[in-house]
């Protein structure tokens, strides 16, 4: 995959294709494309990855743009942000639902189950995931900008719900409910926080797109009283 990400805050992946080479998408990335691209639609990889990626938030198909000859493909985001491309030949990465843009065939996208199901009931991001591995390079969506941790073992960092937009498959997971009646009904963070442990990366997102509409949602609903 040989993409430059260009459009600032408003991103898009331009990607340049060689006859032959292949990218496996999101259905409705595809902003614009020239040459020998052609689309073909497909269930990315049989009936159980299908469902898998329906519990996952991703969408049941997938899009396989491949090249008879050379030509562009890009890749839009879905809200305004970063598209980040990242290398997970030889480790696994671990991002949250909805995030997934594209990735080489190379790349085995699969669902990521949290080791406490409490995580999955209430910590936000969700019970299951999406685990890239295998080799080649994929690109994530990242609401807002992104502010990235190298955790030690045994470190661990408190998130708000949403922030965390992918990490290393070492991290653990979990919830931890907020202390104090006062902080739950007051405090405006609601009733859990999500933490990581590490070792391993970590990529947080500043801007999670569900909180920004739930402002701007709010915001319309005063304006109209």
């Known amino acids: 995959m040989n993409c430059e990400i260009k459009g600032g805050n408003f991103p898009v992946a331009i990607c340049k294709m060689e006859a032959g080479d292949a990218i496996m998408c999101e259905t409705g990335a595809m902003s614009w494309l020239s040459g020998g691209v052609k689309m073909e639609t497909n269930t990315g990889g049989g009936l159980g990855k299908m469902i898998g990626r329906a519990f996952s938030g991703e969408s049941l198909f997938m899009n396989r743009y491949v090249a008879d000859s050379p030509g562009i493909l890009a890749l839009g985001a879905c809200s305004p942000g970063e598209i980040r491309q990242i290398d997970v030949t030889g480790k696994s990465i671990v991002v949250q639902k909805g995030s997934f843009l594209a990735m080489d065939e190379g790349v085995n996208l699969d669902i990521f189950f ?98 920004f509409a739930s402002t701007l949602a709010e915001m319309l609903h005063l304006n109209k009283k």
């Open 114 to 211: 949290q080791k406490k199901i409490g995580s999955g009931l209430f910590g936000g991001e969700g019970f299951i995931m999406n685990k890239l591995s295998g080799n080649g390079k994929a690109l994530i969506e990242i609401d807002g900008g992104a502010v990235e941790y190298d955790l030690a073992a045994g470190e661990k960092m408190t998130i708000d719900t949403g922030y965390l937009v992918m990490c290393d498959d070492t991290v653990s997971i979990d919830i931890v409910m907020i202390k104090g009646i006062g902080n739950v009904l007051f405090g405006g963070e609601g009733l859990f926080n999500t933490v990581v442990t590490g070792p391993g990366h970590v990529v947080l997102q500043t801007q999670p797109l569900l909180q």
